[in-house]
């Protein structure tokens, strides 16, 4: 209650106050038109002298101006307003026409007659007349009309439109008979000094003003520069004399406030009217906090929630079991969660996130790329590294501020290394199983060389021939390199690689596989052919290409009932190696197509893992490669694998 009350008395009150500044204003404004004074001016004695020789000054007027010297027997507007600049100096004036001798011109200045004034000087201006256009409302044809003289320049004529189209226009010389053309005629406008127009009666409901000022002009006394005593006498009194005061009163007087004035710059109502201003928006500001303070209310409670949600999503930051970091731009740490405070063991804020991560080289190279692709508003590729003891999965993502800029970054780590240890393990067990079913084939090829040397050692053993004997020791010797070279197959497939990049013989590394699987094949009756240059190289995890093609020959082989043929191909095209391993075998039905590369789908039943494809197509994408099938069911299948020739370190498989 008291504050509706409080609120009242200052409404009142502000009320009052700004009625108090507009009668103010009111009565400074008739100040001003009722108290135009006379101001002596001081005379130097040339210009006493020349006062004294002669009192009356004749002054020609423009035609444009003619309309102030209507009047009565008691003078009239432009008479009266000619006497009170010059009364102070002692001068009286005398109006003439246009063209006739004078010792003085008032004219309308305009910028072609500045560029002719050679010999003649303007004094400071008596009033500035406005032009504008006027529309005759009783015209059919409204873009033809009358122009009065050359006030207006050419330019912003091009520019003026009726009806969005361009005027087409007369120049007349003054306009009194603009105005009388332009209703007589017909014409649709015409463009001239608003005062003169206005003091046109007959014509006023007829040409209609509209908005836009299109020109202001200054009305000056022009002097010959040969005079100069009397241009001087002009423009101290000019300069002496009240002629916003002097104007306003003698328009008020005469043509009812229509007719030209003189416009001076007054500051102090300007910055009268700010303080108004001021005042009025300091009392709308202090009328709407008492209207609504419960805005306020609202708004602490509203800031109240704020901070709770700030506290929970503090909470769910530090209870995320991956480690969480926000970055600024540049890859320093603002703050972490609880996850990475325990992994860091230390205060890390300040400090560029890849020098507190335990990781250097590529990784740190790695990091900073993705920092620098977030701050630019992209969304990193996830990678992982390897950061300390364990394998991380990487991700930072922009978080952008209110104005829709990156402010920071979100680093999101993720322990992985219980994943691909798994993963490994997985890759070992089948490795281990295709080492298994391979072992009876690598036996049975070992025995045969095995055979051989027996035999021979019998010949080295009953025969004394040196030429039989040195037979003998070279099979035996070609036998020992055949079981050789099987074991070191078998040990090189069997044998953890690593992850690293290594180049390798594509045509050698397909032959070690199909030399360890042969036997089975053999056993099957399938025929095993290999396409591919000898020459042809490749940087790539051993690993991994070794996998990829045991499983594929394998499921070949395995989809192959009695007779068949395998054809493994190899080739380059455009800085790829191109991998075909192409079966005679059952083929595989469409619905089968699209679940032979999930884990443990096996058409195999009891026999088969269901992990082998698995394997191949998680291999191929280590790689960065694309692998593709076709097969039609009772015709064969053929597996195409694309792998790069080359993986550059910034795409190298991590396991």
Not at 320 to 327: K, Q, R
Request: aromatic share 8%; charged share 25%.
């Amino acid at each position: 209650m008291k504050g509706k009350m409080a609120q009242n008395v200052f409404t009142v009150a502000l009320v009052f106050f700004i009625s108090v500044i507009i009668i103010f204003m009111g009565v400074s404004r008739t100040s001003d038109i009722k108290t135009s004074t006379v101001t002596p001016v001081d005379l130097n004695s040339s210009e006493k002298e020349y006062v004294s020789q002669d009192e009356i000054v004749t002054i020609s007027v423009d035609s444009n101006l003619m309309y102030l010297t209507e009047g009565d027997s008691k003078g009239n507007y432009l008479q009266e307003y000619t006497e009170k600049i010059l009364e102070p100096a002692g001068l009286k004036p005398l109006l003439i026409p246009e063209g006739e001798s004078a010792d003085c011109t008032l004219r309308i200045i305009t910028p072609e007659l500045r560029e002719k004034s050679d010999n003649i000087s303007y004094t400071a201006p008596l009033f500035q007349v406005e032009g504008a256009m006027f529309i005759n409302s009783s015209s059919v044809n409204k873009n033809e009309g009358y122009v009065v003289g050359n006030h207006i320049t050419d330019k912003k004529l091009q520019k003026v439109r009726l009806d969005s189209r361009k005027i087409s226009y007369s120049s007349v010389k003054d306009n009194m008979s603009a105005a009388e053309k332009t209703v007589n005629e017909g014409k649709g406008f015409v463009i001239g000094d608003t005062d003169a127009i206005h003091s046109i009666e007959k014509y006023r409901r007829v040409l209609l003003q509209q908005e836009e000022i299109l020109y202001k002009r200054n009305a000056c006394f022009i002097v010959n520069q040969e005079n100069e005593t009397l241009y001087s006498i002009l423009n101290s009194c000019l300069q002496e004399a009240d002629r916003h005061g002097i104007s306003y009163e003698l328009a008020e007087k005469w043509f009812d406030g229509k007719a030209p004035v003189y416009m001076k710059n007054d500051n102090s109502r300007f910055y009268f009217l700010i303080v108004i201003i001021f005042a009025a928006v300091i009392g709308a500001f202090f009328i709407y906090y008492l209207s609504d303070r419960n805005m306020y209310r609202e708004l602490s409670v509203r800031m109240n929630k704020l901070l709770e949600s700030r506290k929970e999503l503090q909470t769910t930051f530090n209870g995320v079991g991956y480690l969480l970091a926000e970055l600024d731009t540049e890859g320093k740490i603002l703050d972490v969660n609880k996850a990475f405070e325990e992994y860091s063991a230390g205060n890390v804020r300040g400090f560029e996130i890849w020098d507190v991560l335990d990781i250097e080289g590529e990784a740190v190279s790695e990091m900073k790329s993705m920092a620098e692709k977030a701050s630019r508003g992209q969304t990193a590729d996830n990678v992982e590294l390897n950061i300390g003891s364990g394998i991380f999965s990487v991700d930072i993502f922009p978080i952008e501020g209110a104005h829709r800029q990156i402010d920071k970054l979100l680093f999101v780590g993720m322990d992985v290394t219980g994943e691909r240890m798994a993963e490994r393990q997985m890759l070992r067990d089948n490795k281990m199983i295709a080492i298994g079913q391979l072992a009876a084939g690598v036996a049975h090829e070992i025995r045969n060389p095995l055979g051989l040397i027996r035999n021979y050692c019998y010949v080295i053993k009953n025969f004394s021939d040196e030429k039989v004997r040195a037979d003998a020791v070279e099979q035996i010797e070609k036998a020992v390199e055949t079981s050789n070279g099987i074991i070191t197959n078998l040990l090189g497939f069997s044998r953890d690689s690593g992850r690293f990049r290594q180049k390798v013989n594509v045509r050698d590394v397909i032959e070690s596989i199909v030399l360890i699987i042969r036997k089975s094949a053999d056993e099957g009756n399938i025929e095993m052919s290999i396409s591919c240059d000898e020459k042809l190289e490749m940087v790539t995890v051993l690993e991994s290409l070794n996998m990829i093609l045991i499983n594929l020959i394998q499921n070949g082989s395995d989809a192959i009932e009695g007779q068949g043929n395998i054809e493994i191909s190899a080739w380059e095209t455009s800085g790829k190696v191109m991998i075909s391993v192409k079966d005679t075998g059952c083929g595989i039905s469409p619905e089968s197509l699209e679940e032979i590369y999930n884990p443990f789908y096996t058409t195999k039943g009891t026999d088969g893992t269901g992990l082998g494809l698995y394997i191949v197509y998680n291999e191929v994408e280590k790689l960065n490669g694309e692998i593709s099938v076709n097969s039609k069911p009772g015709k064969g299948t053929e597996f195409t694998v694309i792998l790069p020739k080359s993986i550059n370190p910034e795409e190298d498989a991590h396991g």
